[in-house]
Nanobody
C-alpha cells in the first residue's frame, strides 16, 4: 500500500547537474528519515545522503559540498540536487524512506524506490 516513485536520472557531462526526486504515496501516517543510496556495477550499495524529519542532514564524504538533499513534507517528496558531477558518481540511485502506515505497526518501516540510472560521461 506504499509506493516510492523516483525520477530525474539520465546522462550528463562531467561538471553538470542533475536533480532526483522521489515521491511517496499510499496510506502513510508519518515519515521519519528520508535518504538516497547508490550502487555502481561491481560495488556495494552505499549511503549518499539522508535527512531527518527535523531537517538535519548527513552526506557521504565523496559528495559533500556537491550534493544537497531536501524534502517537502506536504508533497511527501525527497530531492537530491547533484552539482559538479564526476564520472565516479555513475550509479543506480535509490531513495529510502522510513515511515509508518495507517493500520500498521507502531514502528517505522524502511521502503525503497525502484532505482534511477545516473550516468556521467563525456
Amino acid at each position: 500500500q506504499v509506493q516510492l516513485v523516483e525520477s530525474g536520472g539520465g546522462l550528463v557531462q562531467p561538471g553538470g547537474s542533475l536533480r532526483l526526486s522521489c515521491v511517496a504515496s499510499g496510506r502513510i501516517f508519518s515519515i521519519n528519515v528520508m535518504g538516497w543510496y547508490r550502487q555502481a556495477p561491481g560495488k556495494q550499495r552505499e549511503l549518499v545522503a539522508a535527512i531527518t524529519s527535523g531537517g538535519r542532514t548527513n552526506y557521504a564524504d565523496s559528495v559533500k559540498g556537491r550534493f544537497t538533499i531536501s524534502r517537502d513534507n506536504a508533497k511527501k517528496t525527497v530531492y537530491l540536487q547533484m552539482n559538479s558531477l564526476k564520472p565516479e558518481d555513475t550509479a543506480v540511485y535509490y531513495c529510502n524512506v522510513d515511515l509508518r502506515t495507517f493500520g500498521g505497526s507502531n514502528s517505522y518501516i524502511t521502503y525503497w524506490g525502484q532505482g534511477t540510472q545516473v550516468t556521467v560521461s563525456s
